[in-house]
């Protein structure tokens, strides 16, 4: 397994404007996850996919936000209209989906993103 | 709904003693139980978990923590503290039945070693 890879490692940004990031998870992990991680805090859960459906979303998540997985692989995480709010890690994570709730998640190194 | 209390932002301990890390968590049920750990620049991994079983549960670098239900606590402990310890460490808990499989993370509990 080469782990789980995040691109860009950074990624700094004008207000308003919109940014992707990119997670690829452990190759035939069926379960993606993202969270955002702000300074001194865990991370909080955004949504997951199980293969290529979108199970949950938190309510974290706004309009403003939108996570793909179209083939099952490969997970993209936009931000429209970015905010200054929006600054923070952004962290993906994989695991097999064989153990329920019970998974191990295998993280990223995450993508930092700065609002200027 | 389910949450997580770590106790103390930041720990302190002497190279070589005892580490006691806390965690609390709400849940209407017991839940499946984490603790991951991140050293500096990189991502966060996992250190032991508690699904079922035995409520004692070690996992790697000589680390532990016990599931004690009545309590609602799933305390971290190493022995003996070794510098390469130092790192933040994460508390979390999913859900074991219903509620799909998001995670809730604690705040995080910085463990500084001092030489």
């Known amino acids: 397994d080469t782990g789980v890879s995040q691109n860009p490692r950074h990624k700094i940004t004008k207000r308003g404007q919109n940014v992707t990031f990119r997670c690829d998870p452990i190759?035939?992990?069926?379960?993606l996850y993202w969270y955002r991680q702000t300074l001194g805090q865990g991370p909080e859960f955004l949504t997951y996919?199980?293969?290529?459906?979108?199970?949950?979303k938190s309510r974290l998540l706004s309009d403003r936000f939108s996570a793909e997985r179209p083939k099952g692989s490969f997970s993209t995480l936009e931000i429209q209209r970015t905010e200054q709010g929006d600054s923070a890690m952004y962290l993906c994570?994989?695991?097999?989906?064989?153990?329920?709730?019970?998974?191990?998640?295998?993280f990223g190194p995450g993508t930092r993103l700065t609002v200027l | 709904a389910q949450s997580v209390t770590q106790l103390g932002s930041h720990v302190s301990v002497s190279e070589g003693a005892l580490v006691l890390l806390r965690c609390n968590y709400s849940?209407?049920?017991?839940?499946?139980l984490f603790w991951y750990v991140q050293y500096p620049n990189q991502g966060l991994q996992l250190l032991l978990k508690?699904?079922?079983?035995?409520?004692l549960v070690k996992g790697i670098n000589g680390f532990e923590a016990e599931f004690k239900k009545s309590e609602t606590s799933f305390h971290l402990t190493k022995p003996s503290a070794h510098m390469s310890d130092a790192a933040e460490y994460f508390c979390?808990?999913?859900?074991?039945?219903?509620?799909?499989?998001?995670?809730?993370f604690g705040a995080g509990t910085r463990l500084f070693v001092k030489a």
């Open positions: 994570a994989s695991s097999t989906g064989t153990s329920g709730g019970a998974d191990t998640q295998y």
């Open positions: 190759s035939e992990h069926n379960r």
């Open positions: 996919f199980q293969n290529e459906a979108q199970l949950e």
């Open positions: 849940s209407s049920v017991p839940p499946y």
């Open positions: 508690y699904t079922t079983g035995a409520t």
């Open positions: 979390a808990v999913s859900p074991t039945k219903g509620g799909g499989f998001k995670t809730i």
